[in-house]
């Protein structure tokens, strides 16, 4: 796998390696790079990302591309039904067509139509969907989104914009597809979440060598300001953090560089930590969830 350097889309060069990581979720690749975070805004970035060549590699191991949920685990199920389900309650009266970009196998927007069957609904993505797509939704590659005659007033993001390359390129691109009083919803991981903060290098939310980029709420606030675009904080859905967290535990006990007992007395205190922060003073730490989630609307 081939990398070339990465920074932070803020523009600062002024930033800090917090540590080093590699590919603790899929293990595609052996390589180890630092994890820095920028004191301009907050995000968080390897210093180096997979070439476009080496992509392939970098996903080989990634989320079963599945339309329906027959063989899909549980936590996918789980995960999916929530996405449709928070999103739906997020859309502006009378959406009526719905894009959703990055829309992988499409199973997102099954559940919005599992809610609302009269909507329109489309999607995008680099890839054409597993065979059966057809019968759901209309689908766009990403680089043609820019040619078509459509215009929507929903269009989502779930968990896309820490993968691409320019994320103020492509909110803009959406921008000139989207009808004046329509919005996008967008949920991203959060740079200073409980789980980043608790595990480091082991969290499930740095997922080196796919994610570009962890915004911070500064950052997806500024990104979205400067292409004209309020944004709006939602309080994301705590099961999500719950989740994520099994996924860190399992990313640090399977690390047999350390001693067992060092990781079994972190996988305790840190679940005491979670115990604590979100269950007992869940209303005082909702900035730490695991998920930036907003909706963003043209400034008036």
């Known amino acids: 796998m081939n990398f070339y350097q990465n920074s932070c889309i803020c523009g600062s060069t002024n930033s800090t390696t917090i540590y080093k990581t590699s590919d603790h979720n899929f293990k595609t690749t052996n390589y180890i790079s630092d994890i820095k975070k920028c004191n301009n805004c907050g995000s968080i970035f390897p210093d180096v990302f997979p070439d476009t060549k080496s992509l392939d590699t970098a996903y080989s191991k990634y989320y079963t591309r599945e339309l329906t949920s027959g063989s899909m685990s549980i936590k996918r199920k789980i995960l999916r039904f929530l996405q449709g389900e928070f999103s739906y309650r997020s859309l502006i009266p009378g959406s009526k067509k719905i894009l959703d970009y990055g829309c992988g196998s499409g199973d997102f927007l099954l559940e919005i139509l599992k809610i609302r069957p009269e909507y329109n609904v489309f999607g995008s993505d680099i890839s054409t969907p597993p065979e059966g797509y057809e019968d759901y939704f209309k689908f766009y590659e990403n680089e043609n989104l820019k040619n078509i005659n459509e215009k929507f007033d929903y269009i989502t993001l779930s968990h ?141």
Do not use: Q
Not at 171 to 196: C, H, K, Q, R, V
Not at 203 to 214: Q, V
Not at 222 to 239: E, N, S
């Open 160 to 300: 896309v914009i820490e993968h691409v390359e320019d994320p103020e390129d492509t909110f803009t691109s959406l921008i000139e597809i989207l009808e004046d009083n329509g919005s996008i919803w967008i949920a991203t991981p959060n740079s200073n979440s409980f789980l980043i903060n608790e595990f480091g290098e082991y969290a499930r939310d740095i997922d080196f060598p796919r994610h570009r980029l962890i915004f911070s709420h500064k950052n997806m606030k500024d990104a979205l300001d400067r292409c004209g675009y309020d944004c709006k904080f939602l309080v994301p859905p705590l099961i999500n953090t719950f989740m994520c967290f099994f996924h860190c535990l399992r990313n640090l006990i399977n690390d047999k560089s350390l001693p067992l007992h060092y990781r079994l007395r972190r996988s305790v205190f840190s679940t005491l930590k979670l115990i604590n922060k979100h269950l007992i003073f869940y209303k005082k730490n909702l900035d730490t969830r695991s998920e930036i989630i907003c909706i963003a609307s043209k400034k008036i």
